[in-house]
């Protein structure tokens, strides 16, 4: 299964392609720049700042600058007339001039050609209010407050749809951002189709925050064309400041296959949301078709082939070396008894137990399961198969054909804006990420199919640690004092690769024994 995984991703990133620009060093030639903006010192000059705020200063510089990708990309499916989503990411820096008031600020641009970028001259270098000949969207970081276009304030973001009037926008004073701060500031923009969804996030750490800072149901299907094409734009207006692009990344999705799990990328949320039936899907392109596209594509298929058939021997190889991973505390007890997570409390553990997510990695996903095979292994979720409960899942006692026994945790769905941060969500993340310690439960699958979120773990067929220690049978085990040394110096290992080892720090905060 993992090869065939690895097969598509090679597919997808031979066939089709994004923009990535870590840096604008090199003045890349598929980047058209208008107005003042120019390449400098591996980013672009959007706007330059002013030493004085002179009627003949002002009058030197158009005060506007734009960036675009050369080529156009394409939004809309003319054969299924399905309208794409999209994700961008971009590092910007806004530092206004100490000698005149601030310019206005920093638009994310989506418009249907070139033309529009060199001729919008209004506010943040869009269309004048009210004057607009053809559509466009944009996300405007706006430092400028102009009450009579509805802004909020002079430090917000807002979302336009033909107009530079707001349809939905958020003040980023509460939020601890300050756009004229002169600070590189990183921004997150995603669009998904499917739930007619714009997200938005904005932060000074390299690393996306938890929470979006606005968030709008949006339809761009009568906005978006066939081809469109997509940068930036910013503009000084009355005032001064530097508007500075640092680095961008935009990827376009579309079709009906599910972006594989193991080539999720941070930043990427386009991953098993409850708020439609299927994962999101993904294709990319960025040019017309036409012959030459076709020839590059049958090479890309041909180098494929060769990559995927190395791959294939890579990954047997692997799994032949691969060590076998071991769950929960494992010590040994006449030799090899294991005592570790009691599937009864396995709900109540992961449901309190402040885990902080960890990022997927592509060579720890495990296996995708498909409904069927969970329902054949819990008897179609039989009620005497119920091992516990939770307020977020339920467990049942499982026996997959291919393995042993396991514990299935099968959680409830939710509903509504932001559901797509939901218990499954962040346990999986977490369970998925670092956590490959030999006294620590792993995930040993998943299943993200139609109505059902299900999480599979091995199951734990001799209980929990308090069964032990507190069980007054006459056929009780009696641990000896050097058996629960070694369970206790077990459970310190475990935490210690929790709190210093892990690639990111994870605090349990809720260790007892019968978890």
């Known amino acids: 299964m993992g090869s065939f995984a690895f097969v598509w991703m090679m597919i997808f990133l031979i066939s089709f392609s994004n923009l990535h620009f870590l840096t604008f060093s090199h003045s890349p030639n598929n980047l058209t720049l208008f107005g003042d903006a120019f390449f400098s010192n591996a980013s672009i000059v959007l706007t330059q700042e002013l030493n004085s705020c002179s009627s003949s200063s002002l009058a030197s510089f158009n005060g506007v600058g734009g960036a675009l990708y050369a080529d156009p990309i394409r939004f809309v499916d003319s054969e299924t007339n399905d309208t794409a989503s999209f994700s961008s990411v971009f590092s910007f820096s806004i530092t206004p001039s100490p000698f005149c008031s601030p310019g206005d600020g920093i638009s994310f641009l989506i418009a249907p050609d070139q033309d529009s970028f060199s001729s919008f001259k209004g506010h943040i270098g869009l269309p004048r209010p009210f004057v607009v000949e053809d559509p466009f969207f ?39 951002v300050n756009l004229k701060s002169g600070k ?46 997509v940068g930036f734009s910013s503009s000084n207006g009355q005032g001064s400041s530097l508007h500075v692009l640092d680095k961008w990344r935009f990827k376009i999705y579309h079709g009906s296959f599910t972006i594989p799990l193991d080539i999720v990328e941070e930043g990427d949320c386009f991953v098993c949301s409850p708020d439609d039936e299927h994962s999101a899907t993904a294709t990319a392109t960025a040019t017309h078709k036409s012959e030459q596209e076709k020839f590059v594509l049958g090479v890309g298929c041909l180098v494929t082939l060769v990559i995927s058939i190395i791959a294939i021997v890579l990954v047997v190889i692997f799994r032949k070396i691969k060590e076998r991973k071991i769950v929960v505390i494992n010590n040994t007890i006449s030799g090899n008894t294991t005592f570790g997570a009691n599937p009864r409390n396995q709900t109540r553990s992961s449901g309190t137990t402040n885990f902080a997510a960890e990022r997927i990695q592509a060579n720890r996903v495990p296996a995708r399961l498909s409904l069927a095979e969970i329902k054949s292994a819990t008897m179609c979720f039989a009620p005497n198969r119920i091992v516990g409960e939770g307020a977020s899942a339920t467990v049942y006692k499982g026996c997959l054909p291919h393995g042993p026994q396991v514990a299935v945790k099968r959680f409830q769905r939710v509903s509504g804006i932001g559901s797509w941060r939901n218990p499954f969500t962040t346990e999986f993340a977490t369970m998925v990420g670092c956590l490959k310690h030999k006294n620590l439960i792993q995930l040993q699958g998943w299943c993200c199919e ?26 009780a085990i009696v641990l000896t004092w050097t058996q629960r040394q070694k369970i206790a110096i077990g459970v310190a290992s475990a935490l210690t690769y929790l709190h210093q080892d892990c690639e990111r720090q994870i605090i349990h905060r809720d260790v007892k024994s019968y978890n």
């Open 138 to 176: 944009a996300v405007e970081y706006d430092t400028s407050f102009d009450p009579l276009l509805g802004d909020v304030n002079g430090n917000h973001i807002g979302v336009d749809l033909n107009s530079v009037v707001s349809v939905s926008s958020v003040d980023l004073t509460p939020k601890g």
């Open 450 to 475: 139609g109505s059902e979120l299900v999480l599979v773990y091995e199951y734990m067929p001799n209980g929990s640690l308090d069964k032990i220690l507190h069980n007054k049978t006459r056929s």
């Open 184 to 229: 590189t500031i990183k921004t997150w923009i995603e669009y998904r189709n499917p739930i007619k969804m714009i997200r938005i996030w904005v932060g000074y750490s390299a690393v996306r925050p938890t929470n979006p800072v606005l968030v709008a149901r949006l339809d761009l299907s009568q906005i978006l064309k066939e081809y469109m094409y």
